[in-house]
């Protein structure tokens, strides 16, 4: 025995020997570390900074409303084209432990915001581009950190020093419309800016409840349907189901309809258990025959007693029950998902029931219209909701040219819904083209200059930092970024000295003459953009306090 375990211990690397509770001795040995790599201290740092700039390069070019697309195509061949930043950092699948943080951080803002995706990601690799220049001075980490957060709560307060107050009314919609302008001015809806924002104005407030000043994006549906042009794109005041009339000789059109909405399918009903029928005879198949169609007479029956004029089924029915609905004058829909089934029993104030024997007139839907509409050559049909008994809920259709243009369009409309959002939470805004990052560097570049420690070099850091927004925008609009850079910001120090006030310069991206971003009406909402400052802060702070990393795979 004793000489197994010398053989065993032979080729093992002895760390130590410990002590049992009864005195035995315990022989430490060293795991074996074989196909583990370990990259500790400064080396690590550079490292995930070196990552994480990799990443942020990649969306960098899609900032601003020049920004570029990118082209993403999945392992099934499926095509995505966007500029989207969220989108992009979700669709490319990044296998680096530092790159999927950066992915979190995008996905953070877009739960969040819903909006900045792109601008955030860009600001993080500005600050660790700033941070690996003062690691390399020899400044560590975490008075890096420090410096950082302290800059950031300068730049948050310059923020809503220079916000402005927009006063919207349900009369006076066009400062909701503009932003959204804005925040679409860099999809690929861009033409259609105008009415697309319009139509996610309208959206929101139908669904907003404006005493608490919240709203519940759920009761928004965005569904799209290829073909057509984008310009067909329309608000319809109910729900659009993408499913059709289930018989074809049933009626298609439905005025002043009451529907039924049930989770229970038009079936006999079945034991749970595993089972079986021996039928000996044409007689017992005959009785069963006519067992079913009484279970499917009846169901019917309960219907029309109730006085439903539409039925809208969770579940599927056969062509026998489908028969009987038509013979019947009953129109039905099978197959409607859980969430369109709450949400049109939430537009039309119908009772979902689970059980026919609880249907009765009281737990009808109203809708004022119920139509079902064809398009094109082709077999697509949907059915329009439409005029229902609380607008509540409502149901932005998108038209396209091609299935790719109508999911890029229903991202877009997605931020453009986050935004308008956020600004009747918060009406606040502030001022894009890079105008607001150029205001809080010369904010944090004054405070820099009364701080007499070490932290100095990091509140200039982050200075410098903010200025990769507008360099970024005048790259992608084609112009010479420093010189853009250096000529606003000297303009916006000179004019501040003369009137004490803020003025609002921006990159002109477009071209229009002016770098007025207030005349250009080219708005931001700033709890958006405070987000951004410190989500980006955040997960600088983070990457920069990895100092150790340990990986059981070489090759990640």
């Known amino acids: ?248 000789q049933m009626v298609k059109e439905i005025k002043d309809a009451k529907i039924a909405v049930l989770t229970c399918p038009f079936e006999p009903p079945k034991p749970k258990t595993k089972h079986k029928i021996d039928l000996s005879s044409g007689e017992q198949y005959q009785k069963l025959h006519e067992q079913e169609q009484e279970y499917f007479k009846n169901m019917v029956k309960l219907c029309k007693d109730s006085g439903a004029t539409l039925v809208c089924c969770q579940w599927g029915f056969d062509d026998e029950a489908n028969h009987l609905l038509m013979t019947n004058k009953l129109p039905a829909i099978r197959w409607v998902g859980g969430v369109e089934l709450e949400l049109l029993a939430i537009a039309t104030g119908a009772r979902i029931v689970p059980r026919f024997e609880e249907l009765s007139a009281d737990k ?32 932005i259709f998108v038209r396209g040219g091609n299935k790719m243009i109508v999911e890029e369009a229903k991202r877009s409309i997605h931020d453009a819904l986050c935004v308008v959002r956020n600004l009747v939470r918060d009406s606040r805004i502030v001022y894009g083209g890079g105008h607001a990052e150029m205001c809080c560097s010369i904010a944090v570049e004054k405070a820099a200059k009364q701080v007499a420690t070490i932290e100095y070099h990091a509140l200039s850091a982050f200075a410098s930092a903010l200025d990769v927004v507008p360099i970024a925008l005048a790259e992608n609009s084609g112009l010479a970024a420093i010189e853009t850079l250096t000529s606003l910001k000297t303009t916006y120090r000179e004019l501040a000295e003369k009137d004490n006030t803020v003025h609002h310069l921006g990159v002109d991206c477009m071209d229009s003459g002016t770098n007025n971003m207030k005349e250009q009406g080219v708005y931001e909402t700033l709890i958006g953009k405070m987000q951004q400052m410190k989500l980006a802060t955040q997960m600088a702070k983070m990457i920069l306090k990895i100092d150790d990393v340990i990986l059981d795979d070489p090759t990640a």
């Open 1 to 248: 025995m004793q000489a197994q375990a010398q053989q065993a211990l032979a080729g093992a690397k002895i760390a130590g020997i410990a002590q049992d509770e009864y005195g035995r001795p315990i022989i430490l040995v060293k795991q074996d570390d074989e196909g583990k790599t370990r990259v500790t201290g400064l080396e690590a740092q550079k490292q995930n900074i070196f990552a994480a700039i990799q990443v942020s390069q990649i969306v960098r070019s899609s900032l601003g409303p020049r920004g570029m697309d990118k082209m993403l195509v999945s392992p099934d061949q499926d095509v995505t084209v966007t500029n989207d930043g969220a989108t992009i950092m979700d669709k490319m699948e990044i296998m680096n432990h530092i790159g999927q943080l950066v992915v979190n951080l995008s996905k953070a803002q877009d739960d969040e915001i819903g909006d900045g995706t792109t601008g955030v990601v860009v600001l993080l690799g500005g600050l660790l581009e700033q941070a690996e220049q003062l690691l390399d001075k020899g400044i560590h980490g975490i008075r890096v950190s420090e410096g950082f957060d302290s800059a950031c709560k300068v730049a948050c307060d310059e923020l809503s020093r220079i916000a402005d107050k927009v006063e919207w009314s349900k009369d006076n919609l066009e400062p909701l419309i503009t932003t959204a302008m804005s925040t679409l001015s860099s999809k690929i809806v861009h033409r259609n800016r105008r009415q697309i924002a319009e139509i996610c104005v309208k959206a929101v407030l139908a669904v907003a409840d404006l005493d608490r000043k919240d709203v519940n994006l759920d009761l928004i549906k965005v569904e799209g349907k290829p073909g057509g042009r984008m310009e067909d794109t329309c608000l319809v005041e109910g729900i659009v189901l993408d499913k059709d009339i289930s018989h074809p």
């Open 364 to 395: 009808l839907g109203v809708a004022g219209s119920v139509k079902e509409v064809g398009f094109g050559t082709t077999k697509d049909r949907m059915v329009f909701i439409e005029n229902c008994k609380n607008s509540k809920a409502v149901t």
